[in-house]
């Protein structure tokens, strides 16, 4: 198949799943066409059967600011008929579906080009349950061909807020051969020289990630037991989760890498992840480290019960509660047996349920099953309103 695949750049997890499907589909013998902004933090490599197209937005006096979802939908519509697309897979439904939805209706007549909108959570946890983005939240993924959720958390929600049916879950997905326990690597030794623990976080430093109460969690434990924070990332709270490091006088023990291009390189020398967030719809760097043997601590919220379970890969605590996040990390680092046994059954749990041989499939399942079913000319979205 030739497909379209709009996402996000950033180091948010549309963006990365986005960049992970593209690479698993061109790697199966399928074209791919990147349409954003920006290239995916995570495609490093193009070809000819991975390509990239760069969508520009004018600049003009009278706009307030670029208007990137109508540019978007030109280059989208652009570069389905240029490429023969047989389907546009956009990832976050704003304004990604709306721009999609737009391309499609350009095309009508001309070609036909089905949309599937992937909903990752915030997308409808936070930004499409806002008034003033709600109904056209609603009527972008009533408008797509296809729509899918990445947990059955995010499925339900869905529903709750719009009233929309037929949302197929189709989880986050981990290439296990990248991302493994590596043992005695020169980076393990450079960021804990003296043998300490090292506590890892990975996020965008959203205000939903809470990374703040990753360093109140850290500075319980750092009390009972040489260890480090590894803060992977960026973001608009990364100074304030510096500044409150330096306060409690762990500023050297802090340690904030920035964005890196090989997450993997961190959880696979990390002891525990930290994941205290907000909501999580999902949680794909808990999964990450699950597949390195990395046990998880993390809020019990959203999608993230049916990636880690509470006891046995991972501990779950009410979100905020850093005290009994940091009893857990203690359990963890001061228990050889616990942490192995943590670790294994998490790589366990990658490797039987989230691999991208499981469920990359299931994508592909899907483009067809909706392309067989796309009719352009009958495209009234149905809506259930749920009050």
């Given at each position: 198949?030739?497909?379209?695949?709009?996402?996000?750049?950033?180091?948010?997890?549309?963006g990365?799943?986005?960049?992970?499907?593209?690479?698993e589909?061109?790697r199966l013998?399928?074209?791919?066409?990147?349409?954003?902004?920006?290239?995916?933090?995570?495609?490093?490599?193009?070809?000819?059967?991975l390509?990239?197209?760069?969508?520009e937005?004018?600049?003009?006096?009278?706009?307030?600011?670029?208007?990137?979802?109508?540019?978007?939908?030109?280059?989208?519509?652009?570069?389905?008929?240029?490429?023969?697309?047989?389907?546009l897979h956009?990832?976050?439904?704003?304004p990604?579906?709306?721009?999609?939805?737009?391309?499609r209706e350009?095309?009508?007549?001309?070609?036909?080009?089905?949309?599937?909108?992937?909903?990752?959570?915030?997308?409808?946890?936070?930004?499409?349950?806002?008034?003033?983005?709600?109904?056209?939240?609603?009527?972008?993924?009533?408008?797509?061909?296809?729509?899918?959720?990445?947990?059955?958390?995010?499925?339900?929600?869905?529903?709750?807020?719009?009233?929309?049916?037929?949302?197929?879950?189709?989880?986050?997905?981990?290439?296990?051969e990248?991302?493994?326990?590596?043992?005695?690597?020169?980076?393990?030794?450079?960021?804990?020289?003296?043998?300490?623990?090292?506590?890892?976080h990975?996020?965008?430093?959203?205000?939903?990630?809470?990374?703040?109460?990753?360093?109140?969690?850290?500075?319980?434990?750092?009390?009972?037991?040489?260890?480090?924070?590894?803060?992977?990332?960026?973001?608009?709270?990364?100074?304030?989760?510096?500044?409150?490091?330096?306060?409690?006088?762990?500023?050297?023990?802090v340690?904030?890498?920035?964005?890196?291009?090989?997450?993997?390189?961190?959880?696979?020398?990390a002891d525990?992840?930290?994941?205290?967030?907000?909501?999580?719809?999902?949680?794909?760097?808990?999964?990450?480290?699950?597949?390195?043997?990395?046990?998880?601590?993390a809020?019990?919220?959203?999608?993230?019960?049916?990636?880690?379970?509470?006891?046995v890969?991972?501990?779950?605590?009410?979100?905020?509660?850093?005290?009994?996040?940091?009893?857990?990390?203690?359990?963890?680092?001061?228990?050889?047996?616990l942490?192995?046994s943590?670790?294994?059954?998490?790589?366990?749990v990658?490797?039987?349920?989230?691999?991208?041989?499981?469920?990359?499939?299931?994508?592909?399942?899907?483009?067809?099953?909706?392309?067989?079913a796309?009719?352009?000319?009958?495209?009234?979205?149905?809506?259930?309103?749920?009050?």
């Amino acid at each position: 198949m030739k497909i379209g695949i709009t996402c996000y750049a950033t180091y948010g997890g549309s963006g990365i799943v986005g960049s992970e499907l593209a690479r698993e589909l061109v790697r199966l013998g399928h074209t791919v066409h990147i349409i954003a902004r920006s290239l995916p933090t995570r495609l490093t490599e193009l070809s000819d059967d991975l390509q990239f197209h760069e969508v520009e937005a004018l600049n003009y006096p009278l706009f307030e600011a670029p208007h990137y979802s109508l540019a978007l939908a030109v280059k989208q519509a652009e570069v389905a008929c240029r490429e023969d697309l047989d389907l546009l897979h956009v990832h976050y439904a704003i304004p990604h579906s709306i721009s999609g939805y737009l391309a499609r209706e350009m095309l009508r007549g001309k070609h036909a080009l089905p949309i599937v909108t992937t909903l990752h959570g915030t997308d409808i946890t936070l930004v499409g349950s806002d008034r003033s983005y709600l109904e056209v939240t609603r009527f972008a993924i009533a408008a797509s061909d296809g729509v899918t959720a990445i947990s059955k958390f995010l499925a339900r929600e869905t529903c709750r807020q719009f009233g929309l049916p037929d949302i197929r879950v189709i989880p986050n997905f981990v290439d296990v051969e990248h991302y493994v326990r590596r043992e005695g690597c020169a980076l393990r030794w450079r960021l804990a020289p003296a043998g300490e623990k090292l506590l890892v976080h990975v996020s965008n430093f959203r205000p939903v990630k809470r990374v703040l109460d990753c360093v109140e969690i850290f500075s319980r434990v750092a009390k009972q037991t040489p260890s480090r924070l590894i803060m992977v990332g960026d973001g608009p709270d990364a100074g304030a989760a510096a500044a409150r490091a330096a306060e409690l006088g762990l500023a050297n023990d802090v340690v904030f890498v920035g964005k890196q291009p090989r997450i993997g390189d961190y959880l696979s020398i990390a002891d525990v992840l930290l994941l205290p967030s907000e909501t999580e719809s999902f949680g794909l760097s808990a999964l990450e480290a699950m597949s390195c043997e990395v046990p998880v601590v993390a809020s019990r919220v959203g999608g993230l019960p049916e990636v880690v379970d509470e006891g046995v890969s991972g501990f779950l605590r009410e979100v905020g509660d850093v005290d009994a996040m940091a009893d857990a990390v203690l359990r963890i680092v001061t228990d050889e047996a616990l942490a192995s046994s943590m670790g294994k059954a998490g790589r366990r749990v990658a490797v039987e349920q989230f691999t991208t041989e499981r469920i990359v499939p299931q994508y592909l399942d899907y483009y067809r099953e909706v392309i067989e079913a796309f009719d352009p000319g009958c495209r009234e979205p149905k809506i259930q309103y749920v009050r």
